[in-house]
């Protein structure tokens, strides 16, 4: 019998959070199908069932979907927050990144989600009444009541203007590791130290869909307090690889899933300023500046008709720097740290049939980068993403690069 490997989503829970409310977008669009041959040698097909897994944390997140596909069969995603239009990168999922990279770990970006994020502010009943008083409803003036208000990092930052505008300049602001624990945790009051939530008044920055009674029905007191209207988060699912052929079989259905046909390719690029030797220095900003053949620096050196098909989509950089980039060990990172002073991430998107080629099997990786990019200087590397960040209007420095470019991951547009 062949067994009816379900598809299994990992996503950062609990139910309430915004990536449950992706996943759940996601799941009636995710159609896979298998073909197999049965006892009797007849080819048959199935449809996968997808499960939806919650997780405690972003790093469990990604953890569980790793652990699943190594230890099982089983077609193992993970959904990850990854950036936000304007509170920047999701700390968490950039570090997973970057830890997969410094390990052997290989993962595929299969889809992308955008979601427009409205964020509340959320009580208990008992808080709400507290906090209105004889008043019909809670003023902006109660908020000064407050004592804490929790929620994701993200979505605090995202809010930033709101927390600093109505609420105590001491309020304690709870980092929690997601919107839908923030919420949660208000119901589990009294908590350590037998205080009630009449004692101390929290609130929590969740959605809207944590007031529904089968959630956590809990009190709206104000909507839409982000920062800025158009507030959206991306999403990205990754799959946590087992096999070639089952890569295959993905991109047939995520085909599918898109209902268009997949012509163009997107990867992620890591960059890193250290441990760099020159020989390795290459970049695929130099590849996409393969037009600027007026330059000296760079005519005569295109040959590759595969990199005439790269478009830079955007270079990311923390603003935060770590101490020593070697000393981070897997687990030891934290957001507030971060390790991203030392890294970059770059998007670019390339042709399917380009794309292709760049990662067929028999393409050692050595070659893969050859394709991809020239080795360059250091000097000339350090120009070129100048030039495209001055043109991108990117508004942070770029002190120094020494580059190692490694490919993360790749999805279908
Ligand atoms: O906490 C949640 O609800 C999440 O799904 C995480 C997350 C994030 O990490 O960006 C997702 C969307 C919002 O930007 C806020 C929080």
């Known amino acids: 019998m062949p067994d009816n490997r379900p598809i299994v989503l990992h996503y950062l829970g609990p139910p309430g959070t915004y990536s449950h409310q992706v996943s759940l977008d996601l799941v009636p669009n995710l159609h896979f199908d298998r073909t197999y041959s049965d006892d009797k040698g007849k080819r048959k097909s199935e449809s996968l069932k997808v499960a939806l897994k919650p997780c405690k944390s972003i790093r469990e997140t990604f953890k569980g979907a790793q652990e699943l596909a190594a230890q099982s069969n089983l077609f193992s995603l993970a959904l990850l927050p990854f950036e936000n239009n304007s509170n920047g990168p999701v700390q968490d999922s950039y570090g997973i990144l970057h830890n997969a990279f410094a390990s052997t770990s290989r993962f595929w970006i299969v889809a992308e989600a955008y979601l ?20 019909e409803q809670v003023e902006l003036s109660d908020l000064q009541k407050l ?48 205080e009630s939530s009449l004692e101390r008044l929290r609130a929590c920055i969740a959605s809207k869909v944590c007031t529904k009674a089968d959630v956590y029905d809990l009190v709206e007191i104000f909507g839409n307090i982000q920062n800025s209207n158009g507030n959206t988060t991306r999403f ?53 500046r393969r037009t600027d053949v007026h330059d000296p620096d760079y005519s005569g050196k ?9 478009k830079i989509r955007k270079v990311d950089r923390s603003t935060i720097r770590s101490n020593d980039l ?6 030891d990172y934290t957001c507030s740290e971060g390790i991203w002073g030392y890294t970059y991430l770059a998007e670019m998107e390339i042709s399917q049939s380009s794309a292709g080629e760049i990662m067929s099997k028999e393409t050692s990786d050595g070659k893969r980068r050859k394709l991809i990019a020239e080795p360059i200087k250091f000097s000339k590397l350090e120009r070129a993403v100048e030039r495209y960040l001055s043109e991108t209007d ?5 002190d120094k690069i020494e580059s190692k470019v490694q490919l993360l991951g790749r999805w279908y547009v």
């Open 236 to 288: 990205l699912l990754c799959r946590l690889p087992q096999g070639i052929k089952q890569d295959q079989m993905f991109v047939e259905n995520y085909q599918k899933f898109t209902n268009k046909t997949v012509d163009r390719c997107r990867f992620i690029y890591h960059l890193t300023e250290k441990n760099i030797s020159d020989n390795s220095l290459f970049t695929f900003m130099d590849s996409v």
């Open 302 to 310: 295109y040959t590759d008709p595969v990199t005439l098909d790269i």
């Open 147 to 194: 004592d804490q208000t929790s929620s994701h990092p993200q979505a605090l930052g995202q809010c930033s203007k709101f927390i600093k505008e109505h609420m105590r300049a001491d309020i304690h602001l709870h980092e929690s590791n997601s919107t839908g624990e923030a919420a949660q945790q208000l119901l589990n009051l009294p908590s350590e130290g037998g």
């Open 116 to 135: 427009p994020v409205s964020h509340s502010l959320l009580v208990t009943k008992e808080v709400w009444a507290k906090l209105k008083g004889d008043k």
């Open 326 to 331: 070697n000393n981070v060990e897997e687990e």
């Open 394 to 398: 990117a508004n942070f420095h770029l």
